[in-house]
C-alpha cells in the first residue's frame, strides 16, 4: 500500500525546536518529490516547502524561511522537517505529500507552539 | 508569489444538485491546477490534477476545466459524501500555492 505517515508533533514553547518525520511506504520514494504542507486550526491550507527527489532543490515558504529546513533521507524512505524559532502562528496539522499534484498525503502531525 | 482566488468561499446545494466552483490564478499557470476535497478532520483527498484530468478512484461526478488563469471543478450530482471543503492548488511552481477553499454544506 502506498503511504505516508508523519510524525514528531507535540507541544513546544515559543523559541522551542521540533523534528517532525515523514515514513513512506508503497512506493519508489527516491523518485518523487516531496512537500510539507500545514493547517493551522479552522484555516485553509498552506504549503510550507518543497524539496526534489535527490534533495538538491528545495523552496520555502517567506512564513518558515530561516527558521525551518527540509530535507530527505532516500536511504531511510523518509522525509523531514527541522522547526526552529518556533512562533505561536506555527501551531498547525502538518502534513507530508507526495510528488507534484500531491496525490499522497499522510494524515497529519499536530504541532503545538503555547507557553 | 502566484495568488489563487476561489469563488464562491461556501455554498448550500442538495443532494442531486450540479455544483460548479472556481478558481482564478493571479498570471498563467498553464494546466497546472490540481483539486483537492477535504473532510473535518482527515488530509485533503486530490480529486483532479492537470486541471482535467480525473486521479485514479474519484467518482466521474467529478470533472474540472480551464487553462491559463481561469479553471472550474463540476461535481454533475452532489452526493451525501461530497459536503466538504474544496481547494484548488496551484502547481506551477515547486512553490504551491492554494485558495481560500471552498465549503459546500447542506
Known amino acids: 500500500e502506498v503511504q505516508v505517515v508523519e510524525s514528531g508533533g507535540g507541544l513546544v514553547q515559543p523559541g522551542g525546536s521540533l523534528r517532525l518525520s515523514c515514513a513512506a511506504s508503497?512506493?519508489?520514494?527516491?523518485?518523487?518529490?516531496m512537500n510539507w504542507v500545514r493547517q493551522a486550526p479552522g484555516k485553509g491550507l498552506e504549503w510550507v516547502a518543497y524539496i526534489s527527489s535527490s534533495g538538491s532543490t528545495i523552496s520555502y515558504a517567506d512564513s518558515v524561511k530561516g527558521r525551518f529546513t527540509i530535507s530527505r533521507d532516500n536511504a531511510k524512505n523518509s522525509l523531514y522537517l527541522q522547526m526552529n524559532s518556533l512562533r505561536a502562528e506555527d501551531t498547525a496539522v502538518y502534513y507530508c505529500?507526495?510528488?507534484?499534484?500531491?496525490?499522497?498525503w499522510g494524515q497529519g502531525t499536530t504541532v503545538t507552539v503555547s507557553s | 508569489d502566484i495568488q489563487m482566488t476561489q469563488s464562491p468561499s461556501s455554498l448550500s446545494a442538495s443532494v442531486g444538485d450540479r455544483v460548479t466552483i472556481t478558481c482564478r490564478a493571479s498570471q498563467s499557470i498553464s494546466s497546472y491546477l490540481n483539486w483537492y476535497h477535504q473532510k473535518p478532520g482527515k488530509a485533503p483527498r486530490l480529486l483532479i490534477y492537470?486541471?482535467?484530468s480525473l486521479q485514479s478512484g474519484v467518482p466521474s461526478r467529478f470533472s474540472g476545466s480551464g487553462s491559463g488563469t481561469d479553471f472550474t471543478l463540476t461535481i454533475s450530482s452532489l452526493q451525501p459524501e461530497d459536503f466538504a471543503t474544496y481547494y484548488c492548488q496551484q502547481s506551477y511552481s515547486t512553490m504551491w500555492t492554494f485558495g481560500q477553499g471552498t465549503k459546500v454544506e447542506i
Open positions: 492537470g486541471a482535467s
Open positions: 508503497g512506493f519508489t520514494f527516491s523518485s518523487y518529490e
Open positions: 505529500a507526495r510528488g507534484r499534484t500531491g496525490d499522497v
